[in-house]
């Protein structure tokens, strides 16, 4: 049917006109996002911008540098190596059997002392740490002998025991703490003796992170079946014992020592001194010799250290400031002796390949 001349198509169960259904379409919706009209940026690396950034890298990280190294080298930092000059009082140049063999035997005298000569004063708290050589913590075996459910207090799995291996169990009774870290806990000791003050007391409290004493360390947990305790029982014995009566958080030597190193060399921290050590001074250490790194070649050191700001002595920081610092400055003044050499305007196109001399046909000299 037609009226006016438009035509129209009738729904043929009655009723009127049809209605075609409109195809779904699958164009996304428009944002600026989806079509990428997100406001950019490019920036136009000029050479006047590329020279002005390198001296303005220059000039941030020269001075910090300079801050970092002097706040380094405020700290006064004594270092002792004893482990050949305890063992030289009592055997002088022992082979490796024989420095074994000592360090082994549970009834020689493993006394010694050595002398450390204050130079600078040092204020108070002055940190007492033991420095451990060769001595790889980081060793994958190592680091997953050891069960945290256990240290936390909590029901530990015969999987978890498991991870624990060789230092599992005694007798069929789960060692606690279990593991091989636990098993070598550090166990030489110092006694602090000054010229001026006499004996120094030392503080072995806060030595441990206040995170790991409360959330990964039971205040309620005892040791037991631990087999440095057991001297005479024929067990191996690895490294320090335990207090059977004093809970783990309460032992932060052992909390310090379950920190594992990241690297061979590292020192872990083993009490503070609280008065100050005046320049001058001598400070006699008296060492009880007991932890065996004889048997892999390791070196042993007591430290005495102040802090700065910045923590510990560490020049590294220091350095690589500088370093970059310098860099920058270098390659800013490379790049205006460049410029001013070999000026050129922004944007030339007579340094294209088809517009340079030689190739005025427009031949592609890339081909």
């Not at 074994?100 to 493993?110: E, L, R, S």
């Not at 256990?150 to 606690?176: F, T, W």
């Not at 309620?220 to 440095?228: A, G, K, V, W, Y």
């Amino acid at each position: 049917m037609s009226i006016n001349g438009a035509s129209t198509s009738e729904n043929p169960l009655g009723g009127g006109d049809s209605i075609i259904p409109k195809k779904q379409s699958r164009k996304p919706k428009y944002t600026k996002f989806t079509q990428q009209e997100l406001p950019a940026c490019k920036p136009l690396l000029t050479p006047a911008w590329v020279i002005g950034t390198f001296m303005l890298v220059g000039v941030i990280f020269i001075p910090i540098g300079l801050v970092t190294l002097l706040a380094s080298h405020s700290v006064v930092e004594i270092i002792s190596q004893y482990e050949t000059a305890c063992l030289d009082q009592y055997i002088p140049g022992a082979s490796k059997a024989q420095k074994v063999n000592y360090i082994q035997d549970i009834n020689t005298a493993k006394s010694c002392n050595v002398t450390m000569n204050i130079n600078k004063k040092m204020k108070q708290p002055v940190y007492i740490y033991y420095e451990l050589d060769n001595f790889f913590q980081n060793h994958r075996r190592y680091v997953k002998s050891r069960s945290d459910e256990q240290l936390r207090g909590g029901k530990v799995s015969s999987s978890d025991l498991d991870l624990c291996a060789p230092e599992a169990q005694v007798n069929n009774l789960p060692i606690v703490p279990c593991g091989l870290i636990a098993w070598s806990l550090f166990n030489d000791t110092y006694t602090f003796v000054s010229r001026s003050n006499g004996p120094l007391t030392v503080n072995k409290k806060g030595i441990a992170w206040n995170s790991d004493v409360k959330y990964k360390f039971s205040s309620t947990l005892l040791p037991s079946n631990f087999p440095n305790n057991n001297v005479s029982g024929g067990s191996t014995i690895g490294g320090g014992s335990l207090d059977p009566s004093s809970p783990l958080a309460l032992d932060e030597d052992l909390i310090v020592w379950m920190r594992t190193a990241a690297l061979p060399s590292f020192r872990k921290l083993w009490g503070k001194i609280e008065i100050d050590l005046e320049a001058g001074d001598t400070i006699t250490v008296d060492i009880t010799n007991l932890y065996n790194t004889y048997s892999f070649g390791g070196k042993k050191k007591v430290v005495l250290s102040t802090t700065s700001w910045l923590g510990g002595k560490n020049d590294f920081l220091g350095f690589a400031y500088l370093t970059i610092g310098c860099l920058c400055m270098l390659l800013a003044l490379l790049f205006f002796i460049v410029h001013w050499r070999n000026p050129r305007p922004l944007g030339d196109t007579s340094y294209l390949s088809w517009n340079k001399k030689g190739n005025a046909s427009g031949e592609n000299v890339l081909q």
